[in-house]
Structure formats: structure tokens, C-alpha cells
């Protein structure tokens, strides 16, 4: 079992910045891959970026050069640094993580809305 939560959602202006964090419930050695997806209303949920145990990382298309995922193993905590954020980036923030690259498991959400 793993329990994800996050934090760091809010309210920003366009071109401003938000650091959003996942604790996981246990070693992120176990938990491979983690990652960030998204879901704005009336829209699917999509990836956003994802990090290896390794440290390899993916993004979506729509975020590269923007944000930057990254993992503090110590602190069984993913990150993701979100700059120049823009009013489309606005959706519901999940943390993602496959327990031992199998189970997968989702936090709750965290709000993220960017006005223009």
C-alpha cells in the first residue's frame, strides 16, 4: 500500500510559479516510476512529467523548459517546480506512483488555477 499526498496548490498569475510536493507513505526506492498528471474540467487527465528511481524524466510537450520534476529520496518526496505558468496550465494536480513498477496509486489532488 502506498498513500501519496500532496501539496502546494493555489492561485497565481500568469507568468508566476508554484512548487507543488507528493510524500509518499514509503521509500520512493519502491515506487517507480513517480510523476505529476493533471486533469482541467471537461478534459481528460493527462501527463505531466515523470521521474525514475535512476532519475530519468519525462515531460509533456506543453510543459517542457517550464517545469522540473524532481525527487528527494531522503524525504520520500517528488517535486515539480512550475514557471511561467500560463492560464492553461489551470487543473487539478495528482501525484502518480507505480509501487515496485506495478500498483498503481494516485494522491488526491491539488488545485492549481492560473489567472490571466
Known amino acids: 500500500q502506498v498513500q501519496l499526498v500532496e501539496s502546494g496548490g493555489g492561485l497565481v498569475q500568469a507568468g508566476g510559479s508554484l512548487r507543488l510536493s507528493c510524500v509518499a507513505s514509503?521509500?520512493?526506492?519502491?515506487?517507480?516510476?513517480m510523476g505529476w498528471y493533471r486533469q482541467a474540467p471537461g478534459k481528460q487527465r493527462e501527463l505531466v512529467a515523470t521521474i525514475t528511481t535512476n532519475g530519468r524524466t519525462n515531460y509533456a510537450d506543453s510543459v517542457k523548459g517550464r517545469f522540473t520534476i524532481s525527487r528527494d529520496n531522503a524525504k520520500n518526496t517528488v517535486n515539480l517546480q512550475m514557471n511561467s505558468l500560463k492560464p492553461e496550465d489551470t487543473a487539478v494536480y495528482y501525484c502518480?506512483?507505480?509501487?515496485?513498477?506495478?500498483?498503481?496509486?494516485w494522491g488526491q489532488g491539488t488545485q492549481v488555477t492560473v489567472s490571466s
Open positions: 502518480n506512483g507505480r509501487l515496485w513498477g506495478t500498483q498503481e496509486y
Open positions: 514509503r521509500s520512493i526506492f519502491t515506487i517507480n516510476p
